[in-house]
Nanobody, 117 residues
Framework: VQLVESGGGLVQVGGSLRLSCAAS????????MGWYRQAPGKQRELVAA????????TYADSVKGRFTISRDNAKNTQYLQMNSLKPEDTAVYYC???????????WGQGTQVTVSS
């Protein structure tokens, strides 16, 4: 499975961005896709995840009500709509895909999101 993110950039406080993650390869084996982020000096943390089967979404408390994860199965692409952005959202955002058997997690290359105040 290969994952390619796009859509990061610089935005002002309160602004919006939409990240995209295009998956290719053995996409049929993906059970969960998600978004993680890592700020300088901090550990990578889960932002949101979406199951392939039931479409169940999970969000970090810090982004609930502001971020929305979604997926276009026809395009094998997942999205992260980020609204009401805050400076603390600044990080490198990574797309992830959990596949079975394994299980094993694949990662994208990351895309920088910077929120300026």
């Amino acid at each position: 499975v290969q994952l390619v993110e796009s859509g990061g950039g610089l935005v002002q406080v309160g602004g919006s961005l939409r990240l995209s993650c295009a998956a290719s390869g053995s996409t049929f084996s993906i059970k969960v896709m998600g978004w993680y982020r890592q700020a300088p000096g901090k550990q990578r943390e889960l932002v949101a995840a979406l199951t392939s089967g039931g479409g169940i979404a999970t969000y970090a408390d810090s982004v609930k009500g502001r971020f929305t994860i979604s997926r276009d199965n026809a395009k094998n692409t997942q999205y992260l709509q980020m609204n009401s952005l805050k400076p603390e959202d600044t990080a490198v955002y990574y797309c992830s895909a959990l596949v079975v058997p394994g299980p094993y997690t694949y990662w994208g290359q990351g895309t920088q999101v910077t929120v300026s105040s």
